[in-house]
């Protein structure tokens, strides 16, 4: 039953009361139902990844405290790889630590992004993150954008996005409207496979390496998360459906 959720939905009134809850799909689905009692108990804040000033600490302190010298700019190429995502981050951080005890030499950027992308843990890291958050049609709108950074030979880390791209290269696999098109954004954001370019409605991938892995055989994948989507359909169900009160 739905009793707790009443309960705070009537403390969440008081002025003296604040709650706090997380959650990705299921809440997300919840939040958008007119008669469930998540529907408007409270504003949507995704979770961002860590500030650039925030990477920069991270990344600069420890390193510094254990007398390992770094290229200038290997924050910014970090924060570049990762948007911010602490887990990812630290795995950057491990190998330079990693690579400085081997070498004793500065921590190059250059040196360090290709050791870590050859880095097993990195990529189960990525590639599980991507496989277990998202379903077929979330995964099949991914792989339609990097096959479409493959055809225009653009780069990863530097292609921008927004809907009216997005509308374009699902058309053939998705027919969808503007408002689900834009949920569609929405759960990708909030999943953490792209993020918002500050100031416009255009958005990046947010961890470039994932394109990379899959480039190769981007159009085997195209075609495998097409037909997993032909088999399972409703899979766009819960979070391609519009709010209820809009309709």
Avoid at 41 to 66: C, D, F, I, W, Y
Avoid at 92 to 99: E, L, M, N, S, Y
Avoid at 125 to 135: A, E, I, W
Wanted: hydrophobic share 40%; net charge neutral.
């Amino acid at each position: 039953g739905f009793d707790l959720l009443e309960r705070l939905r009537g403390l969440a009134l008081h002025a003296r009361c604040r709650i706090f809850m997380a959650g990705f799909r299921k809440t997300m689905d919840a939040s958008r139902r007119s008669k469930h009692p998540l529907y408007n108990l409270a504003q949507s804040h995704p979770v961002a990844g860590l500030s650039r000033k925030e990477v920069t600490e991270m990344v600069s302190v420890p390193l510094t405290r254990l007398q390992i010298k770094f290229d200038t700019n290997l924050p910014v190429a970090i924060e570049n790889e990762t948007s911010g995502q602490p887990e990812l981050v630290q795995v950057f951080c491990d190998i330079a630590v990693r690579q400085f005890e081997e070498t004793r030499k500065e921590i190059a950027a250059d040196e360090l992004l290709r050791e870590v992308f050859a880095d097993r843990t990195f990529r189960e890291k990525v590639l599980g993150s991507f496989l277990t958050n998202f379903n077929p049609s979330e995964k099949l709108a991914c792989y339609l954008i990097f096959q479409k950074i493959v055809k225009d030979s653009a780069d990863f880390d530097k292609y921008e996005f927004g809907l009216n791209e997005l509308d374009s290269v699902l058309h053939g696999y998705l027919d969808l409207d503007e408002t689900k098109c834009n949920v569609l954004l929405n759960n990708l954001e909030a999943g953490g496979a792209i993020v918002n370019v500050k100031h416009t409605v255009k958005y990046r991938i947010a961890v470039p390496q994932l394109g990379r892995y899959h480039q190769e055989k981007i159009a085997e994948r195209v075609a495998r998360a097409k037909n997993e989507l032909d088999r399972d359909p409703q899979s766009l169900d819960a979070l391609l459906s519009e709010p209820e009160g809009s309709r």
